[in-house]
């Protein structure tokens, strides 16, 4: 019972929905007032959050076969297929859902993440450039979607989708570098083609990259201590990522703390929103 539980967490990620389904919750917050649960957060937060459990099921079928090869956390799937169709399935609700409550570009946000997912373990997951940018763009469009479900656009918006978009593109070149035993003969990754080093270099470039557009966010927030320090963290823990990636052999820990700079801006954007 406890491997079949550990199996489904495995598979299903339940921190990464929750987390999208709150990331999109918190800037639709900020994009269309203070009331909390008004149908279109609450639309937009369920159809993002069904999007990234979809996103998760369907890849670990389509997918099966790198899982097995990943000698670190290998993920056996005996129903390949199924889980391929229950993704289809949540996908399918996903969109229903922006259909019902959304206006018609965050249904397109919802078709764009099913589609890309859809053809990535395929198609766009074999090189390099697809790869890392699909996946990148699929980590952005909570906040897309949180902000096409408002009314307005707050100044802290653009910044952020260019915060998250570096940041899940240096994670994705990370996660490249861990991968790269299970990706040899399957994918031309970043790192096999470039090295460990080349690969590393471009994702504190990357990461780099996130920490100019946080600083560019911190010295634009002038009304709050508590965003300003969020924001602050965030810069932080980006320029200590990028230091690792330049100069040290091995990326460590550093794919987890980026999740810490992303998860600190979240929380500065939902500060943000309940303050106005």
């Known amino acids: 019972m406890k491997n079949k539980l550990l199996w489904l967490h495995k598979i299903t990620r339940p921190v990464g929905f929750l987390a999208a389904g709150l990331g999109t919750w918190v800037v639709a917050l900020v994009s269309n007032g ?7 957060k609450i639309a937009a937060a369920v159809s993002m959050g069904l999007s990234c459990l979809a996103a998760s099921i369907y890849h670990y079928g389509a997918a099966h076969y790198m899982y097995q090869r990943k000698w670190y956390d290998p993920v056996e799937v005996k129903q390949p297929r199924l889980l391929v169709a229950c993704g289809v399935i949540i996908f399918s609700l996903s969109i229903t859902i922006a ?67 570096f940041a899940h593109l240096a994670r994705e070149i990370i996660k490249d570098v861990q991968d790269i035993r299970a990706n040899h003969g399957v994918r031309i990754t970043l790192p096999i083609k470039f090295g460990i080093t080349g690969a590393m270099r471009l994702a504190g470039g990357s990461i780099t990259t996130s920490a100019y557009f946080a600083s560019l966010l911190l ?29 040290k052999p091995t990326p460590g820990r550093t794919q987890k703390w ?6 600190s801006l979240i929380l500065s954007v939902m500060v943000t929103g309940l303050q106005h």
Not at 34 to 40: M, Q
Not at 219 to 246: D, E, H, K
Not at 258 to 263: C, D, L
Request: net charge positive.
């Open 99 to 165: 259909w019902m409550y959304l206006p018609a570009n965050c249904v397109g946000i919802a078709v764009f993440n099913a589609v890309a997912i859809s053809f990535y373990a395929r198609i766009f997951s074999k090189t390099w450039l697809t790869k890392n940018l699909i996946i990148a763009c699929v980590c952005t469009t909570p906040i897309v979607l949180g902000w096409w479900a408002g009314s307005h656009t707050p100044a802290i918006l653009p910044f952020a989708c260019g915060i998250v978009f």
């Open 34 to 40: 203070p009331d909390i649960a008004s149908a279109n």
């Open 219 to 247: 010295y634009q927030n002038r009304t709050s201590p508590a965003v300003a320090g969020l924001i602050a963290t965030a810069v932080c823990v980006f320029v200590w990522v990028a230091m690792t990636l330049f100069l």
């Open 258 to 263: 980026i999740t810490v700079g992303v998860y």
